[in-house]
């Protein structure tokens, strides 16, 4: 049986082999996806998606999958790429740069997701694709630790006013080790639980696939 | 096809709550279930009960602290469905008290139970579901495994071992294509509460946990099981070692 029947989710980093796949196996499951990526696609109906804090954009994004589908209900992040290199390697101007697409404009999108999602009224499902660096360090990971902590323990405050005005919103992350090949249909049915209606009780939690890296 | 077609999973204290209502859902995906538990006739119901939804469950007898009752279950299970895929360690018990009401006995039972017992589970069924060439325990621990609660020092204590506990397990059963995760649930209602507290005092003790719950409301079993049906499936092959919380963000307060 389907599991994700008549949700319309945006998916961002459509392009890369692990949301392609991901896109994919939620329309098999009946939502209703459309697509984003951060660079421009030969497809009309993919989005450009900002890589920098660019608000209006991701507004207009969000704005976009009611104007397609009727309706909106989740949100999938795609992961950042690895940036492996010493704190003391790092020029400030390329932190910033980091910092600014992989953790303020997620910010953004999940800002613009709850503000549609409110709107709607019906609840919803945000997913960040994130890494394990967000719970251990590793040596020239600071610049994925930084975004992914960040962005694990924002989501988690954003959790707890969701939930302070019972709106039904749910935000989870899922994290991988980037250092490992992506274990992409892992990935994707653990993004598809996420979505669905079995996880109803579930948020500001994590779902680590790994493979045992962080137990150990 | 269901998620869990022909699997052959062991849930522990599945006779009522949480057990009970993941029985019921590993069935309804095809899984061929055996509950245990200590009480017969609430073990019967659950088998009926999921029958009548067209599912295949057995009812053992199990003291899961009992060292003894584990390879004959484990042996009987494998006599009745041919092979075993996944264990559940379920069982648990809970008893709140502050700490210098706590007996040392209190403490013991509540590491007996809910540490030692899936020890007891993961030591005699890793074999087993090795030799049907890999699957799936996956160890029910709770939100007080991860932080503390007052009252808790005994729950916690066995809790907090258990999650310890897994992870290390976890590496060593990897080794044997057996993955092992655990799954910390939050305020869950099950009848339990009721017999344990009487109906005014669950009543009270609800309003507690939604008002500690930023969901703004107490799990059902299902929601957990939900979250052990992912676990024992095929589709977490590369999740080992996790814990995970389904609690209504209870850990992010």
């Known amino acids: 049986m389907a599991r994700l029947v008549g949700k319309a989710v945006l998916v961002t980093g459509s392009g890369t082999p692990l949301m392609q796949a991901l896109g994919r ?42 104007e397609r589908h009727g309706r909106f209900d989740g949100l999938v992040l795609a992961p950042p790429p690895v940036a492996t290199r010493a704190v003391t390697d790092w020029a400030f101007a390329d932190w910033q740069a980091f910092e600014e697409a992989h953790l303020i404009s997620p910010w953004l999108a999940i800002k613009h997701a709850i503000v549609a999602l409110r709107t709607q009224g019906k609840g919803g499902a945000i997913v960040a694709i994130s890494s394990t660096l967000a719970r251990m360090g590793r040596v020239g990971g600071a610049a994925n630790a930084a975004v992914a902590g ?15 005005k019972a709106d039904g919103i749910r935000l989870n992350q899922i994290q991988i080790d980037l250092d490992m090949p ?23 939690s994590d779902l680590v696939i790994d493979s045992g890296a962080l137990a150990g | 096809m269901g998620r869990l077609a022909d699997k052959v999973v062991i849930v522990t204290g599945g ?16 899984a061929r279930v055996v509950v245990t538990g200590r009480q017969e006739a609430a073990g019967r119901d659950t088998v009926a009960a999921i029958a009548a939804q067209g599912g295949t469950a057995h009812y053992m007898r199990q003291d899961v602290t009992l060292e003894a009752d584990w390879p004959t279950t484990i042996a009987a299970t494998v006599k009745k469905f041919g092979r075993l895929d996944a264990l559940v360690n379920n069982a648990g018990d809970c008893i709140l008290k502050p700490i210098e009401d706590l007996s040392l006995d209190v403490v013991r039972a509540m590491v007996r139970i809910n540490l030692e017992a899936a020890f007891l589970g993961v030591k005699h069924a890793l074999p087993v579901i090795a030799k049907t060439g890999g699957g ?26 258990l999650v310890a506990f897994s992870r290390a397990a976890a590496l060593e059963a990897r080794e044997k294509n057996v993955r092992i995760n655990v799954v910390h649930p939050g305020f869950v209602w099950g009848p339990g509460v009721i017999d344990a507290m009487g109906e005014e005092g669950a009543k009270r003790f609800r309003a507690a946990c939604i008002a500690r ?12 099981g939900a979250m052990v049906l992912y676990l024992v499936s095929d589709e977490s092959r590369f999740v080992v070692g ?12």
């Open chain 1, 25 to 66: 196996k939620l329309e098999a499951e009946g939502a209703r996806v459309v697509r984003g990526d951060f660079v421009v696609s030969p497809a009309a109906e993919v989005l450009l998606l900002p890589r920098t804090a660019d608000e209006e954009r991701w507004r207009a994004a969000i704005a976009t999958v009611v």
């Open chain 1, 150 to 164: 960040g962005l694990r323990i924002m989501m988690q405050a954003a959790a707890l006013e969701c939930g302070e």
């Open chain 1, 182 to 204: 992506i274990p992409t249909g892992n990935v994707v049915d653990a993004s598809i639980h996420l979505l669905s209606d079995a996880a109803t009780f579930m948020t500001a």
């Open chain 2, 15 to 30: 006779t009522a709550g949480i057990g009970r209502g993941t029985a019921a859902l590993l069935a309804a995906e095809g």
């Open chain 2, 136 to 161: 799936a325990i996956v160890n029910i621990s709770s939100a007080a495994g991860l932080k503390g609660g007052i009252g808790g020092t005994g729950y916690s204590a066995g809790k907090g071992a």
């Open chain 2, 213 to 224: 719950t930023p969901m703004k409301r107490v799990g059902v079993p299902e929601d957990i």
């Open chain 2, 242 to 253: 996790a814990d995970v919380t389904v609690d209504g963000g209870y850990m992010a307060v």
